[in-house]
T-cell receptor
Framework: KAGVTQTPRYLIKTRGQQVTLSCSPISGHRSVSWYQQTPGQGLQFLFEYFSETQRNKGNFPGRFSGRQFSNSRSEMNVSTLELGDSALYLC???????????????FGAGSRLTVL | KQEVTQIPAALSVPEGENLVLNCSFTDSAIYNLQWFRQDPGKGLTSLLLIQSSQREQTSGRLNASLDKSSGRSTLYIAASQPGDSATYLCAVKGANTGGFKTIFGAGTRLFVKA
């Protein structure tokens, strides 16, 4: 069974550009969440999607957005890139969103974004 | 607001030693607590998940405990090996964080010397 797949794995952008990252969850998983990881701030929650609807959002500016498709694949977009957006962006999938304590989060390998 | 703290931030031990990593959280209204390991530059690998109704979980040389009332979890690693060297993160899925967000601690960086 394939794991969580994130593309691209590495990318370099310049300030002011925009970037789109993709996440394909484990087959059958309907919930996808995104995290930003930096040395200074650690892992910070960006947003969570379930059935094409954003269910939760972290404390990030509106330049960060996402969406989920009917096949549960998700994309996140960062517009007007800033140097501080350089980070490892991690995607995780789980069976369902909500109050189930049994939902294991399974992470992808991440997309490492460098903004110059 | 849920806050997750991990102590120590870094730990170096000789091979074969048993060790304990600590995780504390401020809000006991949680659905689960999950332990992960992360190798440098890589994603997270799930180690153990403890649901709020459970007290501990075991997998091989790993044992994780949960005490909701005191807001604490420990990850016990028996007979440590150099391959255990990684950063260990705990994550809490909270009920009062605006819709079941999962909050991570900063991690404990473990180095096991051969």
């Amino acid at each position: 069974k394939a794991g969580v797949t994130q593309t691209p794995r590495y990318l370099i952008k310049t300030r002011g550009q925009q970037v789109t990252l993709s996440c394909s969850p484990i087959s059958g998983h309907r919930s996808v969440s995104w995290y930003q990881q930096t040395p200074g701030q650690g892992l910070q929650f960006l947003f969570e999607y379930f059935s094409e609807t954003q269910r939760n959002k972290g404390n990030f500016p509106g330049r960060f957005s996402g969406r989920q498709f009917s096949n549960s694949r998700s994309e996140m977009n960062v517009s007007t890139l800033e140097l501080g957006d350089s980070a490892l962006y991690l995607c995780a999938s789980s069976l369902a969103v909500g109050d189930s304590g049994a939902n294991v989060l399974t992470f992808g390998a991440g997309s490492r974004l460098t903004v110059l | 607001k849920q806050e997750v703290t991990q102590i120590p931030a870094a730990l170096s031990v000789p091979e074969g030693e048993n060790l304990v990593l600590n995780c504390s959280f401020t809000d006991s209204a949680i659905y689960n607590l999950q332990w992960f390991r992360q190798d440098p530059g890589k994603g997270l690998t799930s180690l153990l998940l403890i649901q709020s109704s459970q007290r501990e979980q075991t997998s091989g040389r790993l044992n994780a405990s949960l005490d909701k009332s005191s807001g604490r979890s420990t990850l016990y690693i028996a007979a440590s090996q150099p391959g255990d060297s990684a950063t260990y993160l705990c994550a809490v899925k909270g009920a009062n964080t605006g819709g079941f967000k999962t909050i991570f601690g900063a991690g404990t960086r473990l180095f096991v010397k051969a």
